[in-house]
T-cell receptor, first 113, second 120 residues
Framework: GQQVMQIPQYQHVQEGEDFTTYCNSS?????IQWYKQRPGGHPVFLIQ?????EVKKQKRLTFQFGEAKKNSSLHITATQTTDVGTYFC?????????????FGKGTTLSVSS | GAVVSQHPSRVICKSGTSVKIECRSL??????MFWYRQFPKQSLMLMAT?????????EQGVEKDKFLINHASLTLSTLTVTSAHPEDSSFYIC????????????????FGNGTRLTVT
């Protein structure tokens, strides 16, 4: 079945450093979504990417969808302590659009000031 | 404010008993809700898709007789963990999509706050 892999599993950075998490799917995706889960909280939707090669920005966060629609990345510039949490990518296969999202294992980011 | 409400947030039960978890969509009708299970520091594992007015669709390896799902109305889905055992202890979280023309394919998921189940 469809698998969504995410690396790294953990990342620790100093405040101000950049951070990137990568997501790879075993199948071509119809769309990919990114979520953030703060410690003790529930996942919160960040963004959806649909088009091949799409790039979207939210302040210090840059999201990218690969040309083949099988991979994606989230890059945070100049991390802050408020960026702490686990970032999940989630998607559905192109031939299963509209079905339940499959989540990657997530990347847990810790930031020290 | 919250879009999806989940109750209870924490529950401790004895082995062999059953526990019911409720998931409500607060300001929209959800024909489909999703139930996930999350182990400590791990990802969200999709357990089942709850369909209003019909049987739930379970993921491979999830026992439908153990994890009973009922979606009797457009705003309420329940997950009942039957004959709970310590290995069922986990964080259970529901989600629903609020339909929106803004998004293609899958609308974003709104998650409940989750239920921490501890079986002693």
């Amino acid at each position: 079945g469809q698998q969504v892999m995410q690396i790294p599993q953990y990342q620790h950075v100093q405040e101000g450093e950049d951070f990137t998490t990568y997501c790879n799917s075993s199948t071509t995706l119809s769309n990919i979504q990114w979520y953030k889960q703060r410690p003790g909280g529930h996942p919160v939707f960040l963004i959806q990417l649909v088009k091949s090669g799409e790039v979207k920005k939210q302040k210090r966060l840059t999201f990218q969808f690969g040309e083949a629609k099988k991979n994606s990345s989230l890059h945070i510039t100049a991390t802050q302590t408020t960026d702490v949490g686990t970032y999940f990518c989630a998607g559905t296969s192109e031939n299963q659009a509209g079905t339940a999202l499959i989540f990657g294992k997530g990347t847990t980011l810790s930031v020290s000031s | 404010g919250a879009v999806v409400s989940q109750h209870p947030s924490r529950v401790i039960c004895k082995s062999g008993t059953s526990v019911k978890i409720e998931c409500r969509s607060l300001d929209f009708q959800a024909t489909t809700m999703f139930w996930y299970r999350q182990f400590p520091k791990q990802s969200l594992m999709l357990m089942a898709t709850s369909n209003e007015g019909s049987k739930a669709t379970y993921e491979q390896g999830v026992e439908k007789d153990k994890f009973l799902i009922n979606h009797a109305s457009l705003t309420l889905s329940t997950l009942t963990v039957t004959s709970a055992h310590p290995e069922d202890s986990s964080f259970y979280i529901c989600s629903a999509s609020r339909p929106s023309k803004e998004f293609s394919y899958n609308s974003p998921l709104h998650f409940g706050n989750g239920t921490r189940l501890t079986v002693t």
